[in-house]
């Protein structure tokens, strides 16, 4: 079976008919996800609690009566008992990709993916030394308030950070509802001078930017557009960088897909669409079909010279899209071989606000690659610079140049 993408909806950008699929115990929004970003969320019909194939959990049943009866300290709660049973069960089928999250990491992941969510605005990276280091969004409320980029996070409303703390509970402290007067004080020590500051800072709505772009170089003029991850945004912000790059004369382009940790798989089909005349864009396959989504005539980008990027954390929906266009000889590939991560995750929403990640299709390339700890190979191969210079770059230059 063959799918092709939808006419273009009302503000100009082409969208999948692969928005929603309705499974047979509830509705499932599709997601290729990667390393972190994962998908939307979609809530469990109440059937689903009377549905399976393991009847009554009666093993379980007499655990808890004798751990009851016999232990000797004080047990968990009993939603962190139900929790622990659940991950031991998804453990059972071994798949790293099929797991279960708690409500409020739940809640961030779900906001990230939409682009937008209540906090300061910021992004985290863990430094050498493992403290925690601060990078604020431009116009954000953080950056208002002075925070720049290096300053180091030491405590967060008077709570020292410990540095064994997880990215997703700090992320946590640092949003939260858009309401008069809501927000955080955080304690840093600056990147400038190394002066300790404490300052409150208000949430407010933060549109996280999933693409980057700009012109790189003359004599030709050569676009660069970078997709950070694939968000419900994403779509909408690649058609405005080729617009835009386009309109300031570019005649060839890099997309830069390093470090994309994949996303959404709707919007990721779109975004390779862009750059294809036609052919396929990628199969996907579940325990009963295969689907074959299909290119529209003439992206928008679909005529500009194009080199891609990509490395060993450029993974899921950023592979779809670098699968798609070499696989059609759209451009080559220039970097390290890709992180191989090839299956297709539906996320269900239960009714605590935590959710279940369930792997229930895989997607192969349109010269039916499988990726899964196969990855995609560059055309140019090469060694990322111990000194962090960017290379990849300067290479897809001096290609053009060449060619």
């Keep these: 079976m063959q799918k092709r993408l939808t006419q273009p909806h009302n ?35 109440p059937s689903l609690a009377t549905v399976g194939t393991g009847g009554d959990y009666v093993l379980l049943n007499e655990v808890q009566a004798l751990i009851e009866r016999e232990y000797l300290r004080e ?45 300061i605005g910021v992004q985290l990276q863990r430094a050498a030394d493992g403290a925690w280091v601060l990078y604020p969004f431009p116009d954000s409320p953080a950056a208002s308030a002075g925070i720049i980029n290096g300053d180091t996070l030491r405590a967060i409303n008077g709570e020292l950070i410990d540095n064994t ?8 402290q640092l949003r939260g509802e858009v309401r008069d007067s809501s927000g955080v004080e955080i304690t840093v020590t600056k990147a400038d001078n190394g002066d300790e500051q404490t300052v409150f800072i208000e949430f407010a709505v933060i549109n996280v930017p999933s693409a980057t772009w700009r012109v790189l170089a003359e004599n030709p003029l050569i676009g660069y557009l970078q997709v950070i991850r694939f968000t419900s945004r ?39 669409d862009e750059f294809l005349n036609d052919g396929v864009i990628v199969y996907e396959r579940d325990n009963q079909n295969e689907t074959a989504y299909t290119a529209q005539v003439g992206g928008s980008a679909a005529d500009l010279p194009l080199i891609v990027l990509v490395n060993d954390r450029t993974a899921s929906g ?29 996320i269900y929403q239960l009714s605590d606000g935590s959710s279940l990640h369930v792997t229930s299709a895989e997607w192969l390339t349109p010269d039916r690659q499988a990726l899964n700890a196969n990855g995609l190979q560059p055309e140019i191969a090469m060694i990322p610079d111990p000194e962090g ?8 230059i001096r290609t053009f140049g060449s060619s």
């Design 165 to 172: 703390m997880t990215q997703d509970a700090i992320e946590q």
């Design 234 to 272: 994403t779509p909408d912000e690649v058609t405005m960088a080729i617009a835009e790059l386009r309109a300031a004369g570019i005649e060839q382009l890099v997309l830069d897909l390093r470090n994309n940790s994949g996303g959404l798989l709707d919007e990721s089909i779109v975004v390779a």
């Design 75 to 119: 047990q968990p709660n009993f939603v962190q008992r139900q929790y622990a049973a659940i991950r031991g069960m998804l453990l059972s089928l071994n798949d790293a990709y099929t797991f279960f999250i708690d409500p409020p990491v739940a809640a961030t992941e779900s906001q990230t993916l939409a682009g937008t969510y209540g906090g």
């Design 318 to 346: 950023a592979e779809l899209v670098a699968g798609a266009i070499q696989d059609n000889d759209r451009a080559i590939l220039i970097g390290q071989r890709t992180f191989g991560k090839g299956t297709v995750q539906r």
């Design 389 to 396: 210079r960017d290379i990849e770059l300067e290479e897809a």
């Design 11 to 45: 503000n100009g950008t082409r969208r999948s008919i692969l928005i929603g699929i309705v499974i047979g115990l509830g509705v499932g929004l599709v997601f290729a996800g990667g390393f972190f970003a994962r998908d939307l969320l979609a809530s469990v019909s």
